[in-house]
Each structure stands twice: as structure tokens, then as C-alpha cells.
DNA sequence: GATGCTAGCGCC
DNA sequence: AAAGGGCGCTAGCATC
């Protein structure tokens, strides 16, 4: 496949580079040179899609292929299998710094120093060469579909920062006016909030009560004879007061008032759409990590705003249980994947007489992932160790490995950062005290426990996106991206995709086509179900209910 | 006035 | 006796 490297030159222009030479143009033909060269299925190398793409969509111009170099180039000098000297080079330390373009600073192109103008040519061919000299029998293969996986879908995150989530502010005025009251004035509170204040405050018998400052709080709730040490909503629950009521109330309404009330919608909801801004591989386990808009919480109050364009719908579709069953793939656990038949691999380990009831199957497999070494999880592990060897033995492995300092890998070949690297340590923590030492040795075993399973979850679903994004886009007529069935979220193991009614049947084949093809992909050994939850639904908030199932 | 931290909440 | 992974966002508070 050819492959076409663009590069920023001094002056607003571009350096184009591919097998039988190079060319430069001016930045403002690179629209119509892309769309052009875009029918010979090239796979563009840039050095990353949040810079280049968007302009490319804002000019109607959509792309098939491409490579992320700076995705790459982080992914690669971590995997295990990859020799980083074959990294270094030209520039390579350029590679090593550049951080993800945010959208505070969007400016593409802005700065003229080297690191706007790298020689995406050059990177590219280390990265070529290390992934094809990778140690292992089948790595380089594995490291390829990660790479694709990966540059995919970064371009699906600026299609769906692009076109956005379909948004009704009027319904969400609605919600927050019916909750809240009116909208107030800046600094004040509204009025239902400011009614829930008064009534904390008469329970109390605090009348200058400032119910947002903790210490203020925690002082009156120690007057009123509760003792309590925080004064989070689960603690409050547990009590037996007048003021907990309007209390947890006022907590409720608070924070949507804060974080989803008015400022949000003025902030991120514009032309009717909702733009949160996404970035993929932004957490260590490959997972994608948001930095504005809040995407990772799309939270259950205000999705009733989330409705599809008249004569359009969303098709909502979200994977039952993709870690466990990510498990019994990569662990090649044959009992494991039998349970996993069917919708409810919880269920399924019930009826294999694996465990009594559903409740212990999950906290059972729950507690392997995550580490639970007591209560009643820890005390499942001990047992379904025995039914499920291989899948219980993966994970006890990365933890061992995570204990003894090790790095570990997913299945496709992204490995850890080390214990060294900042994964989620505090760097101030001088480990002179064996105790802390041993501390962190733990957690830093609990944190590659989890990550084996995590991040193959993280690379089962970008290959989902990736083919779903590309049925997609054969489902649809000749038009631009959001004139067809497109995608407008995705987080973790769930998809939005907005669709015109009448392909709406075909989008949900789309997306279960689309699942199997990810299971092939990554675990050809060993079929495993991915069974998901369809809906065809108005709204995002109708997404799960029943009724809105489109298919089995 | 800017910055960094925590508590608490939300999502998977 | 208790012991669970990954994120983002806001407000308050401390610090410089």
C-alpha cells in the first residue's frame, strides 16, 4: 500500500513524500491534494491527526487510512518486543517530547520552531523498520494491527470531535429549569439550589452556613451531634437526621448545576451538537482519556438532550462484559470461553457449575482483575482459580511480574510503563521505608494485573470502531461524513453512532459485524463471543430500555 | 493572580 | 482489620 508522509514547511507549505518521490505545496491546496490522491487508498502519515485532520474534515474531505506518528512512535518505544535504538535517529528526541495537541492549544501549525516542521518520512521509516525486526514469532504482525488499530482510531476521534453529539438545549433547559429553577445570575446560586441551602442550614441550626466549604460542613454536622470524618453522600446516607435529606439534595443538584448546568452547555454545545474532545491512548493501558467536555462521564441526567436530527436516530450499542471475555481470549482459557457463550457470561459460569449464583461469578472475576485479595471477592478468586486456570492464572502472572518490577504487555504488544515511569505513583515518594517500598511494589502489581486485561479490552475496541467506522461509511450514499451513518461516541466498550432512520437496521447489523470481526482479529485461536447490547433509540437517555432493543 | 493539591462525584 | 483497576471535572484551599 502506498504510503504518503506529510510534513509542515517553513511558509505554509507541505512536503509530500511517497516511494516515487516528493512534492511541496502550498498549505491551502492540501484539501483538494488529499481528496485527490484519496481514490488510490493511500495511508497518510502525519505526525498527528489531531493537527491534520480536522482541517481536512472542515473542508469536507475524509480520509480511509492513515498513520499517527506520535501514536506510534509513544507505543513502539514501550512495547516490549521493539528494539528501541532502532527509534533513535534524526529529530528522534523531538518524537520522544511531543505531546498530544489539545484543543486549548489548536493553533495547527502555529509555531514555527522544529517541532512543527519534523520529517514525518524519516520517523516513519524507523518506525517501519522496528516494527518489521520486532523479536518473536508473529510480533511484527501483532504490532502492525496495533498500529492501525491505533492511527484508526484516532481518525474516528476527530470525526466524532467533528461532527458531535446531536444536542437539544432546549431539553436541557428544560431539565435544568425543572431541577434547578431559572438560570441565575453569574455567582448566584438558583433558586431550588438556594432553597435546599436554607433548609440545611434551619436543620442545622447554622443560619451562616457555607454548605460548599467541607470544613464549614463538617463543623455543623459535629454540632448537630453526627460524627462523621468526610462528608461524601455515602457516609450522610448512613445517618439519621433532618438535614441528611436536604442535604444530599443540595449535593445532587449542586453538581449538576456545576458540571453539566449552564456554563457546560455555553461551553461545549454549539450548532446544536455537543464536541467533547478526545484522546486516544491517553491513559497508560491504551484506553482513551478526554481533555474537555468531560466525555468520560456523559452522565446519566442530561443524556435526554442527547436526540437524534429529525429523520435521523442513534444506534447505541455497548459490549456485555468485554474484560472478562477479552480474559478468556488472551489466556486461550477454553472453560472460560465456553461460559462466555451466549449473552451473560456470568450466567454462563453459573450453569457450568463453576459458582451458585451470578453475584459470585462477577465479584469472582472482578476481583481477579482488579486485584481483591479479601472479603468475599478474594475468597471467589481462591475457588474459580481451580475452574478457570489459564484465565486466573494470566492475570495472578502480571501481577507477580508487576511485584517483582517487571513490565508487562497486552496481547498486541503495548507494554507498561515501568515502576520507574510516572503511571500513577506520587514522584515525591522516596521509597527508603520498606513498608512503602512493599506498598508500592503492590499496587504497582495490582496496576499490571489490571492492565493486561484493560488494555487488550482498549485494543478489542479499537479494532471494533476501526471496521465498524469503515462499514459505515459503505452503509451511506456519496455524500460528506455527516450525511451519512457516522459515529458521534464511543467510550470504552459502548458506541453512538447517528444514523438516517432507514439505514438504521443496517447500522445495528453493522455494529455486531463489526464486533465479530474484532474477536477474529485478535483472538483467531480462540472464537469468543462478543455479544451486545442493541438499541435503536430517539434519544440516548431511551438506550437500554426495554422496547428499544433492535435485534438479538 | 496563577498553580497544584484534595475531596467528592461522575463514567467505564 | 482491611486490603480493587482506569479516567475527568469542579470547587475549595493552600501556597507561592
Not at 506520535?70 to 535504538?85: I, K, M, N, S, T
Not at 461545549?268 to 462521564?297: E, H, I, K
Not at 452522565?299 to 444506534?315: E, H, K, L, N, S
Not at 479494532?463 to 455524500?479: K, M, V
Amino acid at each position: 500500500m502506498t504510503r504518503v508522509s506529510l510534513s509542515r514547511l517553513p511558509g505554509e507549505r507541505v512536503l509530500a513524500v511517497e516511494d516515487g518521490g516528493e512534492r511541496t505545496l502550498a498549505l491551502a491546496e492540501l484539501p483538494s491534494y488529499v481528496a485527490g490522491r484519496e481514490g488510490d487508498g493511500p495511508r497518510w502519515v502525519w505526525d498527528d491527526t489531531a493537527r491534520w485532520y480536522p482541517p481536512l474534515l472542515a473542508a469536507g474531505v475524509r480520509v480511509a487510512r492513515c498513520h499517527d506518528l506520535r501514536l506510534g512512535h509513544h507505543l513502539l518505544r514501550r512495547a516490549p518486543a521493539v528494539e528501541a535504538r532502532l527509534l533513535a535517529g534524526e529529530q528522534s528526541e523531538h518524537w520522544d517530547r511531543l505531546g498530544p495537541s489539545t484543543p486549548s492549544d489548536p493553533a495547527l501549525f502555529a509555531a514555527d520552531d522544529t517541532a512543527e516542521h519534523l520529517r514525518a518520512n524519516l520517523e516513519d521509516a524507523r518506525q517501519l523498520a522496528a516494527v518489521a525486526r520486532a523479536s518473536g514469532p508473529g510480533e511484527a504482525a501483532r504490532l502492525e494491527l496495533l498500529l492501525a488499530a491505533e492511527s484508526a482510531g484516532a481518525l474516528v476521534a476527530a470525526e466524532m470531535t467533528y461532527a458531535g453529539v446531536p444536542w437539544r438545549v432546549d431539553i436541557h433547559h428544560h431539565l435544568l429549569t425543572d431541577l434547578l429553577g431559572p438560570r441565575p445570575p453569574r455567582g448566584a446560586r438558583p433558586a431550588l439550589l438556594q432553597a435546599a441551602v436554607a433548609e440545611v442550614r434551619e436543620a442545622l441550626d447554622a443560619p451562616g452556613l457555607n454548605p460548599d466549604s467541607r470544613p464549614e460542613l463538617l463543623t455543623a454536622l459535629r454540632r448537630a451531634g453526627l460524627e462523621v470524618t468526610d462528608t461524601r453522600a455515602s457516609t450522610l446516607r448512613a445517618l439519621d437526621h433532618p438535614a441528611i435529606e436536604p442535604l444530599l439534595r443540595l449535593k445532587r443538584l449542586s453538581h449538576l448545576f456545576s458540571t453539566n448546568g449552564w456554563a457546560w452547555i455555553d461551553q461545549w454545545v454549539s450548532g446544536g451538537r455537543f464536541r467533547p474532545s478526545y484522546q486516544p491512548a491517553g491513559s497508560a493501558t491504551g484506553r482513551w482519556s478526554s481533555n474537555g467536555g468531560g466525555a468520560l462521564s456523559f452522565p446519566v441526567q442530561v443524556r435526554p438532550a442527547a436526540v437524534a436530527d429529525d429523520g435521523w436516530t442513534f444506534v447505541v450499542a455497548d459490549v456485555a462484559q468485554l474484560e472478562p471475555r477479552v480474559l478468556a481470549g488472551m489466556s486461550g482459557d477454553r472453560a472460560l470461553a465456553r461460559s462466555a457463550r451466549g449473552a451473560d457470561l456470568y450466567q454462563g459460569m453459573v450453569d457450568d457449575g463453576a459458582v451458585a449464583s451470578r453475584n459470585d461469578a462477577k465479584l469472582g472475576l472482578l476481583g481477579a482483575m482488579y486485584g481483591a485479595t479479601s472479603g468475599e471477592s478474594g475468597r471467589m478468586v481462591a475457588g474459580l482459580t481451580r475452574r478457570y486456570p489459564a484465565a486466573f492464572g494470566l492475570v495472578e502472572e502480571a501481577a507477580k511480574a508487576g511485584e517483582h518490577g517487571e513490565v508487562v504487555r497486552t496481547l498486541l504488544g503495548r507494554g507498561s510503563p515501568g515502576l520507574g515511569d510516572p503511571w500513577d505513583l506520587d514522584p515525591d515518594a522516596t521509597q527508603v521505608d520498606p513498608d512503602s517500598e512493599l506498598r508500592l511494589r503492590r499496587a504497582y502489581g495490582r496496576f499490571t494485573r489490571n492492565f493486561v486485561v484493560q488494555g487488550t479490552g482498549a485494543e478489542w475496541a479499537l479494532c471494533w470502531i476501526a471496521d465498524l467506522r469503515n462499514r459505515l461509511w459503505r452503509l451511506g450514499g456519496a455524500g460528506p461524513l455527516e450525511s451519512r451513518p457516522h459515529l458521534v461516541f464511543f467510550l470504552h466498550d459502548e458506541v453512538v453512532v447517528h444514523t438516517p432512520v432507514d439505514l438504521a437496521e443496517d447500522v445495528a447489523a453493522s455494529v455486531a459485524e463489526a464486533a465479530a470481526t474484532a474477536g477474529a482479529l485478535l483472538f483467531r485461536d480462540l472464537p469468543v463471543d462478543f455479544p451486545l447490547n442493541v438499541s435503536i433509540v430517539r434519544s440516548y437517555a431511551d438506550a437500554g430500555k426495554p422496547g428499544a432493543t433492535a435485534e438479538g
